[in-house]
């Protein structure tokens, strides 16, 4: 389990009082509008920015007393603009991070991921949502050749370079790896809708302070995203009851 | 091209030059026979070779291992392909250092290591000045410590009586002809341990190519990675001043082919730096002993004959990968 306990940050962008739990094979999306704090969370989640206050947990030990190298092995980050070094292979970037690459599971995490065919290019070739894609699977490489036992992949907006279609298929890509792998995900999203479909859990941010966390279906209503967002918003649902809303 | 092929190509060509350097000049076959020890050769031919001609091409090629070594860790640490010990000031802040300790009258050892802390301070000052903003701040903070270490060297040099003012002129100007034993003794050995040890910072500085965060993210210590990094290349561009003076654009030009010829993969072109370095090296300081013989050129002048059109092609190039 990762706990976030009463965590906040000062510095990039303030965060108050923020406390959430993913589990294995658990997909929790953190939602809010522009500037609430969902990257700077994301990031202090993966150890990047030290908390002023609160703990992170990771299966049980303190996020803070692991060093970098134990922390790579746990959890993984794919940032929201990934690099795109000119002149590096792609299989060369798969493969950092990774202490002892592991052929049998880059073989499967390219096939997860839909590399197979990039392995040989420029990555400054690479259109965005291949680097997206590319990133991604080093970021797999890296949690699943690691023998921990609790693993993490954070995702900082993981369909921003991606069409309706690709974003929708990205989502049920990731929530399958996670159920298959026994994944804890985070993943930073700026689409209500995807969320509303895909996650098991959600956090929701505003100027930094946590509105609600939890089930998906409980968190999302009309009123908390109509607040949360400072819109007008209409529900709709099909009929399999999949809801959604739309701005007004 | 294949690293393989590149490594087995790079060892031959530097070998090759190794020995060219070794025998060129007059008295090629003299200084041939005496290398092989043959039936009738010249004794003093052998002593003068084993005791200046080796020395100095052993230096020449330490210094270029040392120094296209540095230049690949600069640049990998920084994210700045124009980034080289004698663009972004470290090779001022060493001879400035150097110069100081010479003009004290320390010995040779404490010169190499006064010029090792003028060369880190400068770094230090440099990166410091440039954090957080655009990369070619790198290169104009270098450029201003490079001026504010020139002025003070040449308040210092003015100072000076007018046969050290002439050999400190040289020095500045770079040349292996004062190489000795000693020298090539202390180059040698830390050419060996500054690859070594760069070496080991291979896979984090591959993953510094993603950038600071990411490299966080993939289970690097940057401080203390990047510090050992920006340490061992003040080290080899600080002791190489000090011998030799300014070697300029080999630790510019060496990494910048080898990256067209490989590609970005710092594993591997940290192996085979030193070689390219060390190739360049000797090749100009041949130049600089055979192309106004028996005059000798600084060899100084001869890459930076070479190195300053290379840096401005790359200035002009449509887009350079990092900067």
Redesign the interface.
């Known amino acids: 389990m990762l706990e976030i306990r009463r965590l906040s940050l000062r510095h990039p962008a303030p965060l108050h009082d923020i406390s959430l739990a993913c589990a294995a094979g658990e997909l929790t999306v953190i939602l809010g509008p522009n500037g609430a704090g969902k990257s700077t969370l994301l990031?202090a989640i993966?150890?990047?920015y030290p908390a002023a206050a609160g703990e992170i947990l990771l299966a049980g030990e303190h996020l803070a007393d692991l060093?970098?190298?134990r922390?790579?092995?746990c959890?993984?980050?794919v940032?929201q603009h990934?690099?795109r070094?000119?002149?590096?292979?792609v299989a060369?970037?798969l493969c950092?991070?990774v202490?002892q690459p592991d052929p049998a599971i880059l073989v499967q995490v390219l096939a997860l991921s839909d590399c197979q065919t990039l392995l040989a290019r420029?990555c400054?070739s690479l259109s965005g949502g291949e680097l997206q894609r590319v990133h991604l699977a080093r970021a797999l490489h890296?949690l699943l050749a690691s023998k921990a036992p609790q693993r993490y992949l954070l995702l900082d907006e993981p369909t921003a370079a991606l069409d309706i279609g690709a974003a929708n298929q990205q989502l049920a890509t990731l929530r399958q790896l996670a159920q298959r792998w026994q994944l804890g995900m985070i993943a930073v999203l700026h689409d209500v809708n995807l969320a509303l479909r895909h996650a098991d859990k959600v956090l929701l941010l505003k100027d930094g302070v946590q509105i609600a966390h939890g089930d998906t279906a409980q968190v999302m209503t009309q009123a908390r995203l109509e607040q949360v967002y400072d819109t007008r918003l209409a529900e709709l649902s099909d009929h399999h009851g999949q809801r959604a809303f739309i701005a007004c | 091209m294949s690293a393989r092929t590149l490594l087995i190509l790079l060892a031959s060509l530097t070998g090759l030059a190794f020995f060219i350097s070794l025998l060129a000049g007059e008295h090629a076959g003299a200084r041939l026979a005496a290398l092989l020890a043959l039936p009738g050769h010249d004794a003093l031919e052998r002593e003068l070779l084993l005791a200046l001609r080796l020395p100095r091409v052993l230096s020449a090629a330490a210094a270029g291992a040392l120094l296209a070594t540095a230049g690949l860790a600069i640049q990998a640490r920084f994210h700045n392909d124009l980034a080289e010990p004698g663009l972004i000031g470290i090779s001022g802040g060493a001879a400035l250092a150097a110069a100081l300790a010479l003009a004290a009258s320390w010995p040779m050892l404490a010169v190499s290591v006064a010029a090792f802390g003028g060369a880190l301070a400068a770094l230090l000052l440099v990166s410091h000045l440039a954090r957080g903003r655009a990369t070619a701040t790198l290169i104009l903070a270098g450029v201003a410590v490079n001026a504010l270490c020139g002025s003070l060297l040449t308040l210092l040099i003015s100072t000076l009586p007018d046969g050290a003012l002439r050999s400190v002129t040289f020095w500045l100007m770079g040349s292996f002809a004062g190489s000795d034993g000693r020298q090539a003794w202390l180059l040698a050995p830390l050419a060996v341990a500054v690859t070594v040890a760069l070496q080991r910072q291979g896979?984090f500085l591959?993953?510094l190519?993603?950038?600071d965060?990411?490299a966080?993210?993939?289970?690097?210590?940057?401080g203390r990675n990047g510090a050992v990094t920006i340490a061992l290349a003040a080290l080899a561009a600080g002791v190489v001043v000090s011998q030799c003076g300014m070697v300029g654009f080999v630790g510019l030009m060496a990494p910048h082919i080898l990256?067209r010829l490989t590609?970005?993969?710092l594993p591997t072109l940290l192996k085979l730096a030193p070689l390219a370095g060390a190739l360049l090296t000797l090749l100009a300081d041949l130049a600089a002993r055979e192309l106004l013989y028996p005059a000798e050129l600084p060899v100084g002048v001869i890459t930076s004959l070479a190195g300053a059109p290379f840096f401005l092609y790359l200035l002009t190039r449509k887009?350079p990968?990092?900067a």
């Not at chain 1, 070094?85 to 292979?89: E, K, S, T």
């Open positions: 990031h993966g150890g990047y060093d970098a190298g922390l790579a092995s959890r993984a980050l940032e990934p690099a070094p000119a002149g590096m292979r060369d970037l950092i991070g202490a420029d400054a890296q | 896979r591959q993953a190519q993603l950038g965060r990411a966080f993210y993939s289970g690097f210590n940057v990256r590609g970005l993969h887009r990968s990092h």
